[in-house]
Nanobody, 128 residues
């Protein structure tokens, strides 16, 4: 059974930085497309960033482009989300997800129904 577990969330001041990690186990991590999503309070889950199985292709939501960077280390079965210049509106529960499908193109990576495995989420709170 594949499991993905997020870590690295916390409380940070506006303008600060955080790095989230997503550790995967129980499957062939290097073959999965991976994504980061978040759910702000009272809102729906939204796509943030995704990375192909090889790491060659990355995709970002416009709202985080230039501030968030997604990466992965297949040797460590771990994906990362480096976040800088954090804003109060970045406050949310952040989720990582893994897809068994061979996804091509940002339109598919953005869809949460393309992902098979989800973590429990990690809270990020940005104080203004």
């Amino acid at each position: 059974q594949v499991q993905v577990v997020e870590s690295g969330g916390g409380l940070v001041q506006a303008g600060g930085s955080l790095r989230l990690s997503c550790a995967a186990s129980g499957g062939a991590f290097s073959t999965y497309g991976m994504g980061w999503f978040r759910q702000p309070p009272g809102k729906e889950r939204e796509f943030l960033a995704a990375i192909s199985w090889s790491g060659d292709n990355t995709y970002y939501a416009d709202s985080v482009k230039g501030r968030f960077t997604i990466s992965r280390d297949n040797a460590k079965n771990t994906m990362y989300l480096q976040m800088i210049s954090l804003k109060h509106e970045d406050t949310a529960v952040y989720y990582c997800a893994a897809s068994n499908l061979r996804l091509y193109g940002s339109n598919l990576y953005r869809r949460h129904d393309m992902y098979d495995y989800w973590g429990q989420g990690t809270q990020v709170t940005v104080s203004s």
